[in-house]
C-alpha cells in the first residue's frame, strides 16, 4: 500500500484472505513433499500403518541403499536421461523453425499450415493406429519409437510462434535482408540469440514431459534393458501392490515372504521417487529467471 493512503475494512479483509489462501496453497504443495522425503529414510512398517505422517521415524537409509545397488534402476536412469536429451533436442529442432515460420506474415499459406496443425489438437488417430505407423517403420522397441512420434507440440508451437510475433520486429527482417542475410542464417544469427526465453521454456516443458513420461515406452518397448526409470518404477509399484494383494490361503511363512516383500518395495519406492525428482528439481533453478519470462511473454501478449 502507498504511505499515507489508509486502508479500509474491505481492503484489511481481502489482504487476510489473500494470506490464508497462499498459507493453504503452501501446505498442499509443501506437504507431499517432506513426507516422501520423511518416507524414504523411514521404516517401512511405520510408514505403512500411517504412524510416520511427516516427519521421518525409524530412520534407515535402506531405501538408497537398495537404489543404488540395483543395477536395473541405474540402467533405466541412464535410458531416461538419453531419452530426455534426445528427445528435447528433436522437439527444439522441430518446433522452434516452425513457430518462426508461422510467425512471419510473409509466409505463404501460413494460416492454412495453422489450421491444419490445430486440427490435431481436437482430433487423433488414436493408440492402435499409432503403434500399426510405428510398426511399419520399424521403429518398435528402439529409442526412436520414443522420441519420434512425440516430436512436437502443437500447444507450445502455438506459444513460441506468439513469442516471435511480440518480441521481434519486422524491421529487424528488414534490416537483416537488406544486409544480404538469408532466412537460414537469420534464423540461426539473430532469432535464436534472442530468443533465450522461450528456448529455456521450451527446453523445460519438453525435458520435463520427456522425463517423467513412461506410457510410450510401456507401449513400444520390449527389452527391459531398454526400459526408462519411469517404466523400471512402475514396476516396483505393481510389485508392491501384487505382494500386498498376495494374502489369503497360503502358510505363515509365506505370507511373511510376501508382507517382507511388499515393505522392502514401498521402502525403495520412496527413495526412487526422490531420485528421480532430483534432476528436475536441480535444474529448474537456472531456467526460472528465463522460464518465467518465456511464459508470460509467449502467453499474454499477441
Known amino acids: ?43 517401512p512398517k511405520l510408514v505403512g500403518s500411517g504412524e510416520m505422517w511427516l516427519w521421518p521415524r525409524g530412520l534407515t537409509f535402506d531405501g538408497y541403499k537398495r537404489v543404488f545397488d540395483n543395477s536395473n534402476i541405474w540402467v533405466g536412469y541412464g535410458n531416461t536421461i538419453l531419452y530426455t536429451v534426445v528427445g528435447t533436442a ?51 522397441n528402439t529409442i526412436w519409437a520414443i522420441v519420434l512420434p512425440s516430436a512436437a507440440s502443437i ?21 537483416a535482408q537488406i ?5 537460414m542464417r537469420l534464423f540461426v544469427k539473430i532469432v535464436l540469440p534472442l530468443s533465450m526465453p522461450i528456448i529455456a521454456v521450451m527446453a523445460l516443458f519438453y525435458g520435463v514431459g520427456n522425463w517423467n513420461s513412461y506410457f510410450s515406452a510401456l507401449i513400444y518397448l520390449n527389452d527391459a534393458d531398454k526400459y526408462p526409470l519411469q517404466l523400471v518404477l512402475r514396476q516396483i509399484l505393481v510389485l508392491q501392490e501384487m505382494s500386498a494383494q498376495g494374502g489369503g490361503a497360503m502358510d505363515a511363512s509365506t505370507a511373511a515372504a510376501l508382507n517382507n516383500k511388499a515393505e522392502i518395495a514401498a521402502l525403495v519406492k520412496y527413495a526412487v521417487i526422490i531420485v528421480a525428482t532430483l534432476p528436475v528439481i536441480a535444474i529448474y533453478p537456472f531456467l526460472q529467471r528465463y522460464f518465467v519470462q518465456g511464459v508470460m511473454i509467449g502467453s499474454v501478449k499477441g
Open 1 to 43: 500500500m502507498l504511505s499515507g493512503v489508509k486502508e479500509s475494512g474491505r481492503d484489511k479483509l481481502f489482504l487476510i484472505c489473500n494470506y490464508i489462501y497462499v498459507f493453504l496453497a503452501f501446505v498442499i504443495v509443501f506437504y507431499p513433499l517432506v513426507y516422501m522425503v520423511s518416507a524414504s529414510v523411514s521404516d
Open 155 to 175: 500447444w507450445n508451437i502455438i506459444v513460441a510462434r506468439t513469442f516471435f510475433q511480440s518480441n521481434l520486429p519486422k524491421e529487424l527482417q528488414e534490416a
Open 90 to 140: 528433436i522437439n527444439l529442432a522441430v518446433t522452434l523453425p516452425a513457430a518462426y515460420a508461422l510467425s512471419r506474415k510473409d509466409f505463404v499459406g501460413r494460416n492454412l499450415f495453422m489450421g491444419l496443425f490445430m486440427v490435431t489438437m481436437f482430433f487423433g488417430g488414436g493408440l492402435v493406429p499409432t503403434y500399426l505407423l510405428v510398426k511399419k517403420l520399424h521403429l518398435v
Open 179 to 183: 544486409d544480404g542475410c538469408t532466412n
